[in-house]
């Protein structure tokens, strides 16, 4: 592919809910361009946007693909995102390199969940965005009943720039509303629609929206104002000026129509693109510190190069793939720049455009556009390189914390020797994945987005490096506590031949408030304990908490006053205070009243509102309380505090009671007492483990 002016450079996001035809609307794209020799269909397994195995196998777009090809005179890069809840974060983190959406919706189903959450992402970065209503040659579509739910969840400022002629099965032709001319595409073809004009039948409806649109475009500039007022309509000339003010402005959003199975408006969609979206020149301002001082920059051509990384991906050919943005500059091959993390000098040696599992080798690359690279040392997702001297260092995206968390293991030996490794790279390639330790349970845990997303690692994991691994529920990192007070005394004395051993202490246990751990007080007067020897009660004390008491289970929350004792010239030592208060410990928790507690996470659910009811209802039957509830639209958003145990299931329950139009987010909150009831079975439970481990 030949060098483009970064005046010539369009970069573009489809964006919109799973499903709605994003990749088969790339795909139309594509071949209407003759980048691809034939229209791919994603059904089939072979579009260039959805190329990962998992991808093919699920028939989703799991991350985000980028594919660059010429129209006309300008490039076109354009990043196929996924549209399902718990792939959201991949489509947010890519849109940094996007200066424009195209925000895809389903002719049928109209405005759904994630529509209105990608609507929010594109806001967020204040990207120029149009709308694209697709599908539109399926049984029950509708552009009118789509057009209702558009401004009745994004406003009047969204308005049609093209209208259907035909519908369902019969859409064959669109007509331009700025031009006021009729596209007509024939069945199977090249996705090139035959100019001509518009039928007698839609002129009343395509006057009148023509209309709209002129009186939309003049709104919000006094100029064009005036001029509509004085001849009650625009030029062409003007109208697509206006239209490019305005969409950059986001104060318009166009509307299209498209069939992307049927390739209808893939032209008339490039179009548009490359006559009304910006130029990475124009694009958004993007967060950034230089020297250490915080500032807003947009992409500039005459600095040195730099480039922003927006994408890591693991090649088990190419090895680390690094997909960036050229944020100043002319990048050319073989450049050397510095990562500004980690200090690491880079080789961009053969760089590429991006054309989905592809590359295109080129030797350079302008401000704005987008490439990739292969095998670069120590460059992450959300880095910076470039060269040392005065450098702008860009913000990366922030991603949420992961909402579930599964316990990991590997199959066997071999892959315990490899998983390591194997999931360092998909580690590197997902930024929402997060590999720990429970310090607790001693599980090492794998937390993502939901079960789908930790099973498609799974997958993923066996697939590219043959390492096979088990998933399973997390165990409850449940707590001890005490809930009463308790003074007793802790004696160990043993007599052997020579010295013995003597340890006596006196203590008070007392509760404390949740979160407050543990707390010691030495109240020890007249040298009752000497002074060397109270670190050893303390430590007797928190080895004996750590073990727990009822069930096994760390204790936390306590306060110990360590008020008398008597120790033995000879036989006194470390040894025997630190026995003397593991047994101070257990003998104050039989009298203290101890009790079990159970992690509380907090949860926010956002959900259609006709399934609120019903959510709300679910959460009292987990032993949860709703704490809040907000209303934006047609989305609830429900907030709640819910025991743990009760929701190691929840995302399996979540999508079945919503149709999967639901999504949520939990993390940690606090601990709390575990009811009566439970606390019996979860006592029992443990107490038969550890008689089965004391058999063993």
């Not at 590359?359 to 670069?376: F, N, W």
């Not at 880095?383 to 579930?404: R, W, Y």
């Not at 349970?441 to 799974?458: D, M, P, R, S, W």
Request: hydrophobic letters at 40%.
């Amino acid at each position: 592919m030949k060098v483009f002016e970064s005046s010539d450079v369009r970069n573009v996001a489809l964006i919109g809910h799973g499903h709605c035809g994003k990749t088969a609307f790339a795909s139309a794209m594509l071949a209407t361009a003759n980048a691809t020799e034939r229209l791919l269909r994603p059904d089939d397994g072979n579009s260039i946007t959805d190329f990962d195995e998992e991808e093919i196998a699920r028939k989703l777009s799991i991350s985000v693909a980028t594919a660059a090809f010429a129209w006309q005179k300008s490039k076109i890069n354009l990043l196929d995102t996924p549209g399902y809840n718990i792939f959201l974060n991949e489509t947010r983190s890519a849109l940094i390199a996007a200066d424009s959406a195209l925000v895809l919706l389903d002719g049928v189903a109209g405005i759904e969940v994630s529509t209105e959450k990608v609507w929010n992402f594109a806001a967020d970065f204040q990207l120029a965005t149009a709308l694209v209503v697709n599908k539109l040659d399926r049984e029950r579509s509708s552009f009118d009943r789509t057009i209702e739910g558009i401004h009745e969840k994004f406003g009047r400022t969204a308005v049609p720039v093209q209208l259907p002629v035909g519908s369902e099965k019969n859409f064959t032709g669109i007509i331009d509303l700025i031009r006021m001319r009729c596209f007509s595409y024939q069945p199977g073809g090249n996705g090139k629609g035959t100019e001509g004009d518009i039928p007698e039948s839609e002129k009343e409806a395509a006057t009148a929206a023509h209309e709209a649109l002129v009186e939309m475009i003049a709104e919000g500039n006094d100029e064009l104002m005036e001029e509509f007022f004085a001849t009650g309509t625009l030029p062409c000339e003007h109208i697509v000026s206006g239209l490019q003010e305005a969409v950059r402005a986001r104060r318009v959003f166009p509307i299209l129509c498209a069939a992307a199975s049927a390739n209808i408006g893939a032209d008339l969609a490039l179009n548009f693109i490359t006559e009304v979206f910006p130029s990475p020149l124009e694009g958004p301002e993007l967060r950034a510190t230089q020297n250490g001082k915080e500032l807003t920059k947009r992409v500039t051509p005459a600095d040195a190069p730099s480039i922003f990384v927006y994408k890591t991906a693991a090649d088990p050919f190419a090895g680390r793939l690094t997909y960036f943005k050229v944020m100043s500059g002319v990048v050319k091959d073989d450049a050397h720049l510095t990562n500004q993390r980690s200090n690491v000098n880079e080789r961009l040696a053969h760089i590429a455009t991006p054309f989905g599992k592809g590359m295109q080798p080129i030797p350079e690359l302008r401000a704005g556009d987008l490439g990739v690279v292969a095998k670069l040392k120590d460059t992450l997702t959300g880095d910076t390189l470039c060269e040392k001297a005065n450098c702008v260092v860009f913000e990366g995206v922030a991603l949420p914390e992961p909402s579930i968390a599964y316990a990991i293991s590997a199959k066997t030996r071999n892959d315990e020797d490899r998983l390591s490794t194997a999931l360092t790279k998909v580690l590197e390639e997902d930024r929402s994945l997060r590999f720990y330790r429970d310090p607790q349970t001693k599980e090492f845990l794998l937390a993502g987005n939901g079960q789908q997303h930790l099973e498609i690692v799974v997958s993923r994991l066996k697939r590219r490096y043959g390492v096979e691994v088990e998933l399973k529920s997390p165990k409850i990192p449940y707590r001890e506590t005490i809930r009463g007070t308790a003074s007793v005394q802790g004696r160990h004395k043993k007599q052997t031949g020579g010295h013995g051993q003597f340890g006596d202490c006196w203590i008070r246990m007392e509760p404390l408030a949740r979160g407050e751990k543990f707390q010691f007080v030495n109240d020890i007067f007249g040298g009752a304990i000497p002074k060397q020897f109270v670190p050893a009660v303390e430590k007797g004390i928190l080895e004996a908490a750590e073990q727990g008491f009822v069930a096994g289970y760390p204790v936390t929350d306590f306060k110990v006053t360590l008020y008398d004792g008597s120790y033995h010239d000879v036989d006194s030592s470390e040894m025997a205070f630190k026995l003397a208060g593991r047994k101070a410990f257990r003998a104050a928790m039989q009298q203290a009243k101890p009790a079990l507690l159970e992690p509380i996470m907090k949860v926010e659910v956002e959900t259609p509102t006709e399934f609120a009811g019903d959510l709300m209802s679910d959460f009292n039957g987990r032993r949860g309380r709703v704490s809040g509830m907000d209303l934006n639209g047609n989305t609830q958003t429900i907030r709640a505090q819910v025991p743990m145990a009760e929701m190691l299931n929840y995302q399996n329950d979540l999508i079945s009671k919503t149709q999967g139009r639901a999504s949520f987010h939990m993390e940690f909150d606090h601990y709390d007492y575990v009811p009566a009831q439970q606390a019996e079975k979860i006592i029992a439970a443990a107490k038969a483990h550890m008689h089965v481990e004391e058999e063993e």
